[in-house]
């Protein structure tokens, strides 16, 4: 069976990142799923099609042309690493993300991901529903007002203008929606518990990767 690690948690949690650093650590693929929600709200804006659309968003899940590769993002062979991270982008994301046949649509392209050696899962739901039988969960999160810090810095380090008060209130705006809503909600169930509000991300990194060689001793 091939190990899956699955790391979910709210936004700007630092859960994508760790989850890459792990992915690279062991040599294991890395599914950012959050960025397939992402695209979806990406597409239906370039294609005219209203996030209150149910119907043609599921269309649109079910036929993405989507691709991944050395770390970039492409859309109808478009590259949009970059313009899925926008902060409207982020806000349709989790409105595309709360109808259930957007998820399913998503659902057998995520479990591809899942080739040898291993993969390193992150998103709300890769424990709880992509992969129930992932060898490790961690549910790695951080205060609020630290994880709108770390936006804040993100997109100002890009040259981004953004506001620390907006950003807040759009993370705590998500966090109920994500939480709140009826298909896969983001719960921790059964996942270790990470809390990074003071931790690195190296330290992180390490309490994962520490994590896993418990857990499946002789593949770390
Ligand atoms: O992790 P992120 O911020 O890139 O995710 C974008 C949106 O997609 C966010 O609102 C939550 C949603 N999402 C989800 O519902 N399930 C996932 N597995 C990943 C992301």
Redesign the pocket.
Known sequence: MIPVIAIDGP?ASGK?TVAERVAQSLGFHFLD???L??LVALAAGRSGISMGDTTALEKLAANLDVRFYQGNIYLNNQLVTDDIRSEIC?RH??LA?AIPGVRTALLTRQRAFREAPGLVAD????GSV?FPDAVLKVFLTADPKIRAHRRYNQLMNKGIPASMQSLLWDIEE?DTR?ESRTV?PLKRGNALLLDTTTLTIQQAVDQVLAWFAEAQPGLS
């Open positions: 936004s994508g799923s959050g960025a929600y992402r982020s994301a989790s993300a998103g709300r739901d890769m992509v998500r994500d896969a």
